[in-house]
T-cell receptor, first 115, second 115 residues
Framework: DAGVIQSPRHEVTEMGQEVTLRCKPI?????LFWYRQTMMRGLELLIY????????DSGMPEDRFSAKMPNASFSTLKIQPSEPRDSAVYFC?????????????FGPGTRLTVL | QQQVKQSPQSLIVQKGGIPIINCAYE??????FPWYQQFPGKGPALLIA?????SEKKEGRFTISFNKSAKQFSLHIMDSQPGDSATYFC??????????????FGQGTTLQVKP
């Protein structure tokens, strides 16, 4: 398997623009997580899905952030409008439901810079 | 109560030394304690994990020591190598009824192993 795939790997945008980050989880994994990583705040869980259904979005910083998972193989995290303080590395991770269910497999991340 | 506190923030050791990273938690419902390793430009990857029914787990040069009564756990890296230079995150989660294993991460420790 190719692992968790994220795109784009780098995104530079201007304040006020819409940003869409994409994630393809590992096939067969039932959980999908979106994280944000910054030097100041470390790794923060933003939202996670189980079988395409959002379970906990309490980490989403504000209404400018939204996430969807239209099917088992694709998820998006959207920021509209973007602000400089959204600059961070965003990770997507997936996890299987059974077996080694607790291990989360992280993608390579998307480095977002908002000017 | 959902926090996991990690220390030190950074650590420098000589090759062959034994760096020790410590974590503490409050939530007694946590029942799974993984450590993740992150290299620059990469996503975190599971290194080793322990459950509270054992006090120690070894995998190669990596050992987790777990003290349930003190609510603390630590990572020891035996015979550390320059290739171990990375950021290490401890984490905790609970998998009781209604819980789905959301990971709570510590702040991370940047380890540098000097040749």
């Amino acid at each position: 398997d190719a692992g968790v795939i994220q795109s784009p790997r780098h995104e530079v945008t201007e304040m006020g623009q819409e940003v869409t980050l994409r994630c393809k989880p590992i096939s067969g994994h039932d959980y999908l997580f979106w994280y944000r990583q910054t030097m100041m705040r470390g790794l923060e869980l933003l939202i996670y899905f189980n079988n395409n259904v959002p379970i906990d979005d309490s980490g989403m910083p504000e209404d400018r952030f939204s996430a969807k998972m239209p099917n088992a193989s694709f998820s998006t995290l959207k920021i509209q409008p973007s602000e400089p303080r959204d600059s961070a590395v965003y990770f997507c991770a997936s996890s299987p439901l059974r077996g080694r269910a607790y291990e989360q497999f992280f993608g390579p991340g998307t480095r977002l810079t908002v000017l | 109560q959902q926090q996991v506190k990690q220390s030190p923030q950074s650590l420098i050791v000589q090759k062959g030394g034994i760096p020790i990273i410590n974590c503490a938690y409050e939530n007694t419902a946590f029942d799974y304690f993984p450590w993740y390793q992150q290299f620059p430009g990469k996503g975190p990857a599971l290194l080793i994990a322990i459950r509270p029914d054992v006090s120690e787990k070894k995998e190669g040069r990596f050992t987790i020591s777990f003290n349930k009564s003190a609510k603390q756990f630590s990572l020891h890296i035996m015979d550390s190598q320059p290739g171990d230079s990375a950021t290490y995150f401890c984490a905790a989660s609970s998998h009781g009824s209604g819980n789905t294993g959301k990971l709570i991460f510590g702040q991370g420790t940047t380890l540098q192993v000097k040749p």
